[in-house]
């Protein structure tokens, strides 16, 4: 009788969770009914500001010591090249280290054969002065570090800048689409269900690739890289009702 008891208690509790579930979502889905979803999308046209040059600065040796020594030489003598040549340290920026073993598989064993040590910098300019690049590219070239591309850029004070100019625009396109909509439907534009901000689309511009290209080619195409207009979009997503 306990265990009947019991089971029949359990029954009751959870036919009361199921209760208030249907409840809630009863109470909950009528203010998705009788709406309209639509995406807003805006895309602009933006002047970069920063010119990043990157180089990647590559060394091997038999242990992480000796490849790390290497690097830190090569990375040194960039940093004073460009140092000698105006360029302010703050300039000069880290992406990516490491220091990581390599291994030869042949024998099925993995066996270390050496170490690695990788240093990805970023040598950031104003984008009006684009015109030294070439000098960028000459320490990079007195040091052995080893150019790998060239970027347009937005400072992280124009990219929130733009971003809230897209996103803004992208809004106004999903409440134009809504309320035309609405009209076909012959119905009004009720108020604002939910928002999704679906994309922003920046991403740094490639200028040029260096990717197996000679120290001259690469100051031969720095030479014309010129900044100009870049696009960047938003996409929003809305729900409204409709009455």
Do not use: C
């Amino acid at each position: 009788m306990k265990m009947e008891k019991s089971v029949q208690t359990t029954l009751i509790i959870v036919a009361g969770v199921i209760i208030i579930v249907l409840i809630l979502l009863n109470s909950l889905s009528p203010s998705y009914k009788n709406t309209i979803s639509v995406a807003g999308t805006a895309t602009i046209e933006v002047m970069p500001d920063l010119v990043g040059v990157y180089f990647t600065v590559d060394s091997e040796g038999a242990t992480s010591n000796e490849a790390a020594d290497k690097n830190s030489g090569i990375t040194d003598a960039l940093i004073n090249s460009l140092i000698s040549k105006g360029f302010e340290r703050d300039d000069i920026k880290t992406v990516s280290y490491s220091v990581y073993p390599e291994y030869d598989y042949r024998t099925g064993t993995g066996k270390i054969t050496g170490y690695r040590a990788t240093h990805s910098l970023k040598v950031e300019l104003s984008a009006n002065e684009s015109e030294k690049i070439g000098d960028v590219i000459d320490s990079g070239v007195d040091s052995e570090a080893g150019i790998s591309y060239i970027n347009f850029e937005l400072s992280q004070e124009n990219q929130n800048k733009y971003k809230a100019e897209a996103m803004k625009l992208a809004a106004q396109d999903a409440t134009s689409k809504a309320e035309g909509v609405a009209e076909g439907l012959g119905k009004s534009l009720g108020s604002l269900v939910s928002v999704t901000i679906n994309d922003y689309g920046y991403v740094p511009w490639l200028a040029y690739d260096a990717a197996g290209a000679s120290s001259a080619e690469a100051k031969e195409a720095a030479a014309s890289i010129v900044p100009n207009e870049q696009q960047i979009s938003a996409t929003v997503t809305a729900v409204y009702k409709i009455r």
